[in-house]
């Protein structure tokens, strides 16, 4: 029996005990048998030559995620729902099929000690994967709930999608919303985790949004690996994605699960439409297919942020090849690309029909300066002082080599800001403008200089692009530390690659230990000056007092008991919860006065009652107290959840009240039972 077999025993045997043991361990198994059996099984029957492992991994984890959601998303389509019976027989299925997929193939490694020789990069890039994770999960042990605004409305598309075994588009009984025109991949993959671990809600929001939140060293890795062809990027992307960069490490703070999920395709769907160009291989086109039209389905600004590159991509492949199969490849991407639509064709449907239609009847794709105003905080955090001019020097580094992969990093970032910067072309187009018309009067060609005439015109003075609603920079920048990592690991690539060629036979030896303590030096200097920023107090909503608060409430208060909790001014038409209140509704099903902001997609007569209510609760000033009753007997408040020192609402408000009584009172939260609402109004 080959060591890799007997690895795969052990590490079977491992994930059965583990998912015995409690709901986390089978989450933690479960979540990585859907995340890479599914595309590793479709994957395998392509015929060889293969890219490296690190990449197929990329390339697995993309394609089962996108299966998965497509999977919802046709059952939905057809009218049929994904029931508990259904996952567990797939489940069942799958188990059985990798094993013996997996042991046939690691029965063909016959010299593996030799072949672990050369294999160092990818065993150490895996370590630091291992590394990742555990860090990543370290972060969560105080948690008492996912933080911020984002992390309330995910919570409850996760329990619709759970209890509905369907795509949450119509929220009812929760909220009265139908046809939400909002991305839910990322929600129906934790609600198959959720039914088929046991684990609640918040312990599968928190486990397996940082599971997916350490597996991006993993996919940026391969996708390093892939892009510069030198094995040692690897683990030099998996050390900045885990242990240097603030992001995606940072997301946990604003609970963006959905763009941390899209973020996670990316590499495996590049890594494939790479695979395609160059091979012109059916398999691969199909795979690529499947994770555009799959990410479609998980986040819109990540779809467009990955249209930039797998354009750039394939301007750069079709270029260095001949006209002809240039014309062929370019046939075969566009019909991806269609191929991609209908297999979405019924998300994006409803999207349009929803949302970017009357968005374009009504200018409501058009942002503005303070929508898409750039966070220079979030630009030039800590470690962006020092990882961006690394990036641009190995850009450098790169261009002068002539590496095809930093020319399709550069034109990938340069495009994605023009995207979310349409201004920027105002300045761009006349300049081009003036070469053609230069280069046209120079060698007195007519043609050159009418197509230079116009754009010279397309200036700021009589043009003004607007921005878009679709991306913003805020965006775009809390997303460049894919492309920023992919650099710095190409340039250490090289770096490491010259040192190699220029060092006498007798220190070569020297050069792999010396780059380990140079990696375990960053590593350490990572985790001592940015994991401290990676996890925000200030948008941690909820203590483990107001959870147990919430358990009691969900035990002791009748299924149509309706509260009214602390409120305050988030964004435009749209308010937030001030402590664990707002979490009411996704985790117990109880009403609340400020629900989460999900409700937008409702009625407009619901939307501005709903508005005006929350407004008046975040308005709240000593001497407004009958507004407040008010609320409480036109809305039928039944309950009244209130958190020490948290919200302008206090309990002073009701003491001493008639038809008011506390009945839980502990460490700081305050229940309030409202016996007689509809004789508070004199």
Request: with cysteine.
């Amino acid at each position: 029996m080959t060591l890799p077999r007997r690895l795969l025993l052990t590490i079977t045997t491992i994930a059965v005990l583990t998912a015995l043991v409690d709901p986390a361990g089978r989450l933690l198994v479960v979540l990585l048998l859907l995340l890479f059996a599914p595309g590793y099984l479709i994957e395998r029957l392509l015929p060889p030559p293969y890219p490296p492992l690190l990449t197929r991994a990329a390339v697995w984890i993309g394609l089962s995620f996108s299966l998965i959601a497509l999977l919802y998303q046709w059952a939905w389509a057809t009218g049929l729902t994904i029931a508990p019976p259904l996952l567990w027989g797939a489940l069942l299925l799958l188990v059985p099929a990798t094993l013996i997929v997996a042991w046939y193939d690691l029965g063909q490694f016959e010299r593996v000690p030799r072949q672990l020789t050369h294999a160092w990069p990818e065993l150490l890039c895996l370590l630091i994967v291992i590394l990742t994770l555990w860090v990543r999960l370290d972060e969560i042990g105080n948690l008492a709930f996912p933080p911020w605004v984002d992390s309330v409305h995910h919570a409850l598309l996760i329990r619709v999608a759970a209890e509905q075994g369907s795509v949450p588009v119509a929220l009812a009984p929760y909220l009265p919303v139908t046809a939400l025109p909002y991305h839910w991949g990322y929600h129906v993959l934790m609600a198959t985790l959720m039914r088929l671990s046991g684990l609640d809600l918040i312990g599968t929001m928190l486990l397996g949004g940082q599971l997916l939140n350490g597996l991006h060293a993993l996919t940026v890795a391969g996708l390093a690996c892939y892009l510069w062809r030198r094995p040692v990027a690897a683990p030099v992307a998996a050390l900045v994605i885990g242990f240097v960069s603030l992001m995606p490490a940072y997301y946990l703070s604003w609970g963006r699960y959905t763009q941390l999920s899209g973020l996670l395709l990316l590499p495996g769907l590049v890594s494939a439409w790479s695979m395609a160009l160059n091979s012109r291989r059916l398999g691969w086109w199909l795979i690529a297919a499947i994770i555009l039209a799959g990410l479609s389905l998980v986040h819109l600004i990540v779809l467009i942020f990955s249209l930039t590159l797998l354009a750039t991509l394939t301007l750069v492949v079709l270029l260095r090849q001949p006209w002809q199969r240039a014309r062929q490849s370019l046939f075969a991407a566009l019909l991806v690309s269609l191929s991609a639509l209908v297999l979405a064709a019924p998300w994006l449907i409803m999207l349009a029909r929803r949302s970017l239609l009357p968005g374009l009847a009504t200018g409501g794709l058009v942002g503005n300066n303070s929508f898409n105003a750039l966070n220079n905080g979030l630009l030039w955090v800590v470690p962006n002082q020092i990882l961006v001019p690394l990036a641009l020097a190995a850009a450098l580094v790169g261009l002068q080599r002539r590496t095809t992969a930093a020319a399709i990093l550069l034109s990938w970032v340069a495009l994605a800001l023009l995207i979310a910067n349409p201004w920027m072309l105002g300045y761009a187009l006349p300049a081009i403008g003036i070469m053609l018309l230069s280069a046209g009067l120079l060698r007195r060609r007519i043609a050159l200089m009418l197509l230079g005439i116009p754009l010279i015109l397309l200036n700021p003075a009589l043009i003004s692009l607007p921005y878009l609603w679709l991306i913003n920079n805020d965006a775009l920048v809390i997303s460049l530390f894919m492309p920023i990592t992919l650099l710095i690991a190409g340039g250490a690539a090289i770096l490491y690659a010259r040192l190699v060629q220029r060092t006498a036979p007798p220190l070569r030896r020297a050069l792999v230990p010396v780059s380990l303590l140079l990696m375990l030096g960053a590593g350490i200097w990572g985790m001592q000056s940015v994991r401290p920023s990676m996890l925000n107090q200030s948008t941690l909503t909820g203590s483990p007092a107001e959870r147990a608060a919430i358990d009691w409430i969900a035990t002791n208060t009748p299924a149509d008991a309706r509260f009214l909790v602390n409120t305050t001014f988030w964004m435009p038409d749209a308010y937030r919860g001030v402590d664990a209140g707002w979490w009411l509704l996704p985790l117990t099903g109880r009403w609340t006065t400020t629900p989460p902001v999900l409700f937008i997609y409702g009625d407009p007569d619901y939307v501005r009652d709903t508005q005006a209510l929350t407004m008046t609760l975040a308005d709240y000033r000593p001497g407004r107290e009958e507004a407040i009753f008010a609320i409480i007997a036109t809305e039928r408040i039944t309950h009244i959840y209130l958190v020490e020192g948290r919200g302008p609402l206090t309990q002073a408000i009701f003491n001493g009240r008639p038809g008011f009584s506390v009945i839980y009172a502990q460490d700081g939260v305050t229940i309030i039972a409202v016996e007689r609402s509809s004789a508070l109004i004199k």
